[in-house]
């Protein structure tokens, strides 16, 4: 069974090491600015991990055909060949997870690291993990109801 | 290139309104690693002996070093130094939350502010650019309200703002900078200071990040790092927060309580970790890179102390608005916490000298005319947090108060003395030297900004449990054949204990996770791995411990200039006498010259002084210290 990335909200400690994680495994430097998953950090008490659920949605609006789903990861990656740093994708992604890279002047995303999540893979406190699909599915339904009824806190 | 660090150095001038930015120089920065020890060489060499703290003339060096804002995983942290207004030393408060990180993705380790500004003013660093902006509208306003201000005016929620709350611009001698809301460089008085420049604030944000050498050889320490942690010894700190040390200490009788009159509180169940936890905790927070996560973010719903969310309180505090006072309501204690945050006082001072003022009530020593009427009686809660109002208004008994335990001692006269718990000035923490720590009491007499149990603190663990911290190749633990005196050996030990300590010190590390041993902790080699990868520079634990032994050597002779040697290096008089209760009744410090002795030999300092001889400096490259 394929593997999804999920977080959980409620064990977030607002150390922001994934987000510095992604940007090292990335592009090789320590840039919280830079990375693909973004830690939500509010007072009072706000810690919230977002990242791109990969709905897919980007792909549609991208004039050049540079965003693609990756077979083996179910991924949505950017081909930086074909990218043009438009923004179309940024315009449209309702998470607000997708950006131009100022450095590579590109759209830059999460392609779930190939299927070894380097967030998920160092969080310390199992906030973010690359999950079963089934079990991911119903954590997924459980964080939407509470969203939903104003409940999810710690 | 610049890896690791951001290279870069931002002076401030607020008489003049000037900025000025500074590349570093890369061998000069290597030699002292960066942060405290970087900052301890800028302030020894810009500014003379004898400038009065609070003057225009004082200096103040905000000071990240190489693992701030990295991956390390303690790296949150900044420091601030300067000399202190309530003790006269070399002090450094240190910080956690996001403003270290941030300062340095804008593109700076080190700010150094100077002058003082005609009218209040903030200021604003991002991305490399800095702005001095006028704050008259801040003025008079508490931490919370002037953060949440400028989140609004600057219309950046990701900011990190450190300012200072009406303790500071009213110069109360202990006042603190708090940034992120909840994050203190508590000690010291660094927010008196920056009430005396007119400066209200300073507020970072950045996105520049930090380049890493050798990305990979970097993450491969990390990954060890993180792997290595999962056996730290101290490893159930988060689960309760350091606030879980109540109940540790009070069964082994080391919980000062009432001024230190005794270690041991009979209603420590009341506030304990425990306690806070079921009670009050809404989540748990991490300083920003941080994965250990001690910090607790509480609130009181409702009652006479009702608070809204708040990071704290942290195990200092509890014991210093708590059993240092008598006081067993946790409810007051999450107030008197969350006032000491919002009007930017260090928690340890206030509760040390409402403690003390309850003890000369007691005694007679103060009067109700002197407290208007209000009896200054131990455990009572109401009266403690309003002490915390009154002290950062400087309002009646507030403005005496607000010039902690050492200037109150000396106006109330001799009997008073008796009861003045400090150490050049600085009230001590929340950790009883008596008992087995014996090692911690020499920390306490030869720290250089007073009592301190931060700067660098691996006494009391090595007190306890002897670990020998990576320290192993360098002789520990110990203890040495050839000295068969149990306090001289204490006193030898301690030259290593302090030099690994002030290893985190002079990278911008948060202390906890060098304590442990080789698999546990983050070792000097561990922390020589992770800084190679990170800067590209070949780094060993030796080269570590001599730019360590630097600082250390140089914070000493920041003080010497400033008169203190060998006989400020004392304890208050009260633990020589022995603990009367508790687990640990009948413990006193009686070895405290024979381990002053031994220490300073190791050390290679004069024992008639105390201070570095010249051959000493010499050796490290100091020459531009000796006197
Ligand atoms: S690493 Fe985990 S705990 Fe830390 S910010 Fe990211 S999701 Fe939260
Ligand atoms: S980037 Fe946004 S639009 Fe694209 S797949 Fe992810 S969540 Fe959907
Ligand atoms: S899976 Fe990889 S790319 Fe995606 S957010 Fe995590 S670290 Fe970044």
Redesign the pocket.
Known sequence: MSKVLIVDPTLCTGCHRCEMWCSLTKYGEINPSRSNVYVIRREPGVDVPVI???????IDVCPLGALKRDRTTDA?VVDSDLCSGCGA?VK????G??RIDEEMDIAA?CDLCSGSPACADHCPHGAIRYEDVRKAAAKRRELWAMAQAGKIRS | MWYGFAGKLLRINLTSGETKVEELDKSELRKYMGCTGYAAKLLYQEMPGGVDPLAPEAKVVLATGVVTGTLCPSGGSYEVCFRSPLTGTWNQARSGGAFGPKLKYAGFDFVVIEGKAADPVYVYIHDGQVEIKPAKHLWGLNVEETTDTLIRELDDPEISVAAIGQAGENGVLYAALINDRGRAAGRGGIGAVFGSKNLKAIVVNGHGGIKVAQAKKFAEAIEKAEQWLNNYPFGSIPALGTVGLVSVNNSLGILPTKNFQTAYFEKADQISGETLNRKYQIKRRACYGCSFACGRYTSVPTGKFVTPPMEGPEYETVDMLGAICGVDDLEAIIKGNYLCNVYGLDTISTGMSIAFAMECYEKGLLTDKETEGMPLRWGDAEVMVKLVEKIAHQKGIGALLAQGVKRMAEQLGPAAEEAAVHVKGLELPAHEPRSESKVLALQYAVSPRGACHMHPNWASTWDFGQLDCGMKEFGLPWPPAEIQDESSQKGVVYRYVALQGEISEILGACIFYSWGGEGSCITPQLYAEIVSALTGWDVTAAELLTAAERSWNLKRCFNAREGFTRKDDKLPRRFSQAIPNGPSAGAKVENLDTMLDAYYEAMGWDKQTGLPRPEKLRELGLEFAIN
Do not use: M, Q, T
């Open positions: 791109c659920i990969h709905c897919g949605l980007c949505v994708c449209v992604c309702p998470y997870v997708l995303k």
